[in-house]
């Protein structure tokens, strides 16, 4: 049996961890989706690099589209699904590479790197940025876990006896 490589949720805490800091910042959340400091085609190449990190094939799906969409190009997107950002905007380049940084440690990113991009950004885009990264984080975790769940059944973990 091959091992299952994605990540996922490792237990309900980290679960309800995302959704306490998705609840209380509905309102940002709102805000952000609407018309706030990042705009469309910035926030769905945060997304897709988070998304690239953690291996959602549902999000990547849905964010592929709306990538095109937000008028990211066919190449840039192939780039992106990569975790390359040459095709990017180069003033988002540090923003991006921040996002796979933060999502290859777990929300848990160097000090040195977040305070490189509140440099650039300032700390309010910053927060803006973070939040759209543990959105798509949330996503992400949830879609493999539930991809974790069709795969143990799958090998005929459902039911059996140990």
């Known amino acids: ?10 237990n309900l805490r980290e679960v309800l961890t995302d959704v306490k800091v998705m609840t209380s910042k509905r309102k940002e959340v709102k805000g952000l ?12 190449r945060l997304m897709l690099a988070v998304t690239e990190v953690n291996g959602c094939r549902y999000c990547l799906h849905a964010h592929a589209r709306m990538a095109l969409t ?16 040459d095709s990017s905007p180069k003033e988002e380049v540090i923003a991006l590479l921040y996002a796979q940084h933060w999502a290859e440690t ?11 991009v509140v ?3 300032g700390k309010a885009t ?5 939040l759209v990264l543990r959105m798509i984080r949330m996503g992400n975790l949830l ?8 795969y143990w059944m799958s090998f005929g973990h459902w039911g059996s006896e140990k």
């Open 106 to 116: 777990n929300t848990k990113p160097e000090i040195e790197a977040r305070e490189r």
């Open 33 to 44: 989706m609407r018309n706030g400091v990042i705009d469309e085609a910035f926030r769905e």
């Open 119 to 121: 440099a650039q950004y």
């Open 126 to 130: 910053v927060e803006a940025i973070e």
């Open 1 to 10: 049996m091959e091992k299952f490589k994605r990540r996922t949720y490792r």
């Open 143 to 150: 879609g493999n876990t539930w991809d974790y769940f069709l």
């Open 70 to 85: 937000a008028g990211i190009s066919e190449k840039e997107l192939q780039a992106l699904g990569r975790g390359l950002f």
